[in-house]
């Protein structure tokens, strides 16, 4: 009796699939993760475009309002100029066509398109974010370091002292502080914006005004994720200290410096990488207290003005944008772990 082929009977078909399946290269991890980013930001866009339609009152409520001439015609009329009178399911389709196109469409209330709007701004988000997130790594990092290795109870409470300080303390609180202090009564920064009105300054002169400018308000943002990035590090190093691959690299002879920057440190880092990644949103949205109390140009101030004009368009778009920019950080803090790691492997 001859015996049946193993690929004989109803689900042949489904494990030759498979087989030709696995066959084909799979595609590297960066890719992988692209591709997962496309429908993240398809749901998204979904979401961010029917919750600000639930807001009540619209552009042109508002700019009917602002001409002195609200009435139901006038403000009919500005609804068919501005296509909100269609319905909601044929706005949505429109404006999914326009993004896919790069087209986030025009601003009525600035006259000018919102994405070259929006690009305008993101640049003084980007420095004020990216100044204090680096800033608030690296201190916090050395800090927490140095009260997990010291040996002196003091030198310990005092970070985990000020470190707690810095987590309780209300942001828009201290961002007033800092300018009663250093602007009012030492007169030593700049209060708001981002130069000075009317300054012709180049060269070097520009960038001390800018550093000057940026200075109260980077500190207030640090302050609170540097808290954070202390107490991280304090606990990682910690643990790490005692561990057997640090005991083991004592024992042939490495340096107390050595042991420190070659095993503990990048093996602590990858939480603090972690931790920086899932805190961007949060960062963002914190800059947007800061951007108000300091009056910095940025996409914080841009989204207030957009919710008080009912600026849908720009609104959508400033999501959009910050959105794209959370999750490009996201994909950086993925495929950073295997080149501070070697030990990890980035696999689907």
């Keep these: ?70 009435s139901v015609e006038f403000t009919e009329k500005l609804r068919q100029d501005f296509g909100l009178d269609r319905p909601l399911l044929t706005q949505y389709v429109t404006y999914v066509g326009k993004v896919l196109q790069l087209d986030l ?35 916090g990092s050395a800090l927490g370091t140095i009260a997990a290795l010291t040996r002196s109870r003091f030198v310990d409470s005092l970070i985990s002292a000020i470190a707690t300080m810095g987590f309780a303390t209300p942001l828009f609180w201290l961002g007033l502080m800092l300018i009663v202090v ?3 009564q030492l007169q030593w ?31 207030c943002l640090a302050a609170y994720y540097l808290a954070i990035y202390t107490r991280l590090m304090r606990t990682n190093v910690s643990e790490l200290k005692h561990q057997d691959f640090v005991r083991t690299a004592r024992a042939k002879g490495a340096s107390p410096a050595r042991t420190v920057f070659r095993h503990i440190l990048p093996n602590a880092m990858l939480g603090l990488i972690t931790l920086t990644g899932l805190q961007f949103g949060a960062l963002f949205s914190g800059s947007v207290t800061i951007e108000a109390v300091f009056g910095w140009p940025g996409l914080g101030q841009l989204a207030l003005s957009a919710v008080t004009a009912r600026d849908y368009n720009l609104l959508l778009g400033i999501l959009f944008i910050s959105s794209l920019f959370v999750l490009l950080v996201n994909l950086v803090t993925d495929l950073s772990y295997a080149w501070l790691d070697p030990r990890v492997e980035l696999s689907q």
């Design 105 to 139: 469409g025009w601003s009525h209330r600035n006259a000018q398109t919102v994405l070259s709007l929006v690009l305008e701004r993101l640049s003084a988000t980007a420095v004020l974010v990216l100044t204090a997130i680096f800033i608030a790594a690296v201190l």
């Design 189 to 219: 920064l700049p209060s708001s914006g981002m130069y000075e009105i009317g300054s012709r300054a180049t060269g070097w002169d520009a960038v001390t005004e800018r550093i000057r400018h940026l200075a109260l308000p980077v500190a």
């Design 182 to 184: 250093f602007s009012v």
């Design 1 to 70: 009796m001859t015996q049946p082929q193993a690929d004989a009977g109803p689900d042949a078909g489904g494990r030759t699939l498979a087989r030709l399946l696995r066959s084909f290269p799979r595609p590297p991890y960066w890719l992988y993760r692209v591709l997962q980013i496309v429908p993240v930001v398809f749901l998204i866009i979904t979401i961010n475009f029917f919750l600000l339609r639930l807001a009540p009152g619209d552009i042109a409520d508002v700019m009917a309002g602002e001409a002195g001439a609200y």
